[in-house]
């Protein structure tokens, strides 16, 4: 928290001030009352002592006084607010390791399943946009407000060959590049790229892609899918099957997000993939921004004032 007029928090000096006095008010009453009776008399004289409920509404009282000085010194915050328009592009990887059965029922198929649960998870005047990516990059469906288009995209994904992982940056990149407001300006922009493996093939490394995506200001969230035992099938000529291993890279997936500013995260099963897009839903929906809170200062103090009196008024009214 930050305080735009700091100068003012001098008069929380006051506060313990007052206690102090407030103390030896309560001390000397005691002492006074001692001249005119015993005061092992006093249960005599009176039904019970008020105790702690006679000190309760003077402590809301000088609560309520502290929050009106910090907020006369109009504090600011971060909070976290909805964000009203920005660009989501899906970065899908459909090389052949996709099709691996070690997240069910395949990796490509549990990260399309996801990704169509991840559009509920982000406002509607979200565009949302699909690239897929193999031994190249390519646009699915542009960005878009039209979700069932979306969802089409996904839909018809495919496994192919190679991992173009640069290109498909680099592609998101200049997509993103192209969106304007209404007024011209650009809204935020965010890669969602989910793939299993290091960048194999293609004409732009991962590193430059993720330099550029970060002039641009456009974090790249990477989720790995896969495990240590995915294993795929080659058909060789002759009719013969080769088993080969296709356990998930994780070192340039995060290096990408790393450099760009994203999250890497790993998803080791659907449920998991489906857990990190919920997760993202969240983040990529909303933004930070720097507020005034003095308001919640002042109303904060004026309903402690009531409260203080009302409980004054309800613990010592005099009944004439």
């Known amino acids: 928290m930050s305080f735009q007029s700091p100068y003012w928090l001098i008069g929380l000096l006051i506060v313990p001030l007052l206690v102090i006095l407030y103390v030896r008010r309560e001390r000397g009453r005691t002492a006074y009352t001692a001249q005119f009776a015993n005061p092992a008399l006093l249960p005599n004289l009176v039904a019970r002592k008020p105790g702690w409920r006679r000190h309760l509404p003077v402590a809301i009282l000088l609560v309520a006084l502290a929050a009106m000085v910090v907020g006369v010194a109009r504090p600011h915050a971060t909070v976290t607010v909805p964000r009203e328009e920005a660009t989501v592009i899906f970065a899908i990887d459909v090389s052949r390791s996709m099709a691996a059965a070690d997240v069910k029922p395949t990796r490509l198929d549990a990260a399309r399943s996801a990704a169509k649960a991840f559009l509920g998870k982000i406002p ?35 496994p192919g060959e190679g991992t173009a992982l640069g290109d498909a940056v680099a592609l998101a990149v200049r997509i993103g590049e192209r969106q304007r407001r209404s007024d011209g300006s650009r809204p935020p922009t965010a890669v969602l790229m989910i793939s ?10 991962p ?7 970060r002039a641009q200001h456009v974090p790249v969230y990477t989720v790995m899918v896969g495990t240590p035992e995915g294993v795929v099938e080659q058909h060789l000529t002759g009719g013969f099957t080769q088993i080969v291993r296709v356990p998930p890279s994780p070192v340039t997936l995060r290096q990408v997000s790393r450099t760009t500013g994203g999250e890497f995260f790993t998803a080791t099963d659907d449920k998991r993939l489906r857990q990190v897009y919920e997760k993202l839903g969240s983040r990529i929906g909303h933004r930070s921004e720097d507020r005034e809170i003095s308001d919640v200062f002042a109303g904060g103090s004026a309903a402690l004032l009531l409260a203080g009196g009302a409980l004054s008024m309800l613990w010592f009214r005099r009944v004439p």
């Open 207 to 213: 590193q430059q892609a993720a330099q550029r995506a």
């Open 124 to 158: 509607e005047k979200f565009r949302v946009g699909v690239i897929s990516f193999a031994s190249r990059a390519v646009v699915g469906v542009p960005p878009t407000a039209d979700r069932s288009l979306v969802r089409a995209s996904l839909d018809s994904l495919n």
């Open 196 to 205: 299993d493996g290091t960048n194999m093939g293609g004409r732009t490394t």
